[in-house]
């Protein structure tokens, strides 16, 4: 199995997942957006068996639209968020797929709450789920 390794931008802390991921998404939620920084997100869940963190981190956790708390992991020396888990979706830890630094990363399959995505952005592909 293939290993892909995220880092955030110092290199301290690090998540090490191992096969393919079970899901890639785009997010256009405002949180996601106030989160990145960016118009929308990119992550990859992992089963959190094959998922594992290391190097120093902090947490914060905010409740999401569904009610549900959502926990991210970040370095506290440069901020990048390296992993986070939600609520609704126990058993799996997200990273952003930007933390993996590689341009060859699987494209994503979902892009949700695209009642919230900004005008000028287009998600194309002919194999991804739009929902908003």
Request: charged letters at 25%; one cysteine or more.
């Amino acid at each position: 199995m293939t290993d892909h390794v995220a880092t955030c931008r110092c290199g301290q802390l690090q998540a090490r997942c191992t096969g393919d991921p079970v899901r890639v998404s785009v997010c256009h939620c405002l949180a996601c957006q106030q989160r990145t920084g960016s118009a929308f997100a990119v992550q990859a869940r992992w089963p959190d068996e094959r998922f594992e963190l290391t190097g120093t981190f902090s947490e914060w956790s905010r409740a999401g639209d569904s009610g549900g708390r959502a926990t991210y992991r970040f370095c506290p020396d440069c901020g990048s968020t390296v992993a986070y888990v939600n609520d609704g979706m126990a058993g799996v830890t997200a990273v952003p797929v930007g933390a993996f630094a590689d341009p060859d990363f699987p494209s994503p399959k979902f892009s949700v709450y695209e009642e919230r995505k900004h005008r000028w952005t287009a998600i194309v592909g002919d194999d991804i789920e739009h929902m908003d």
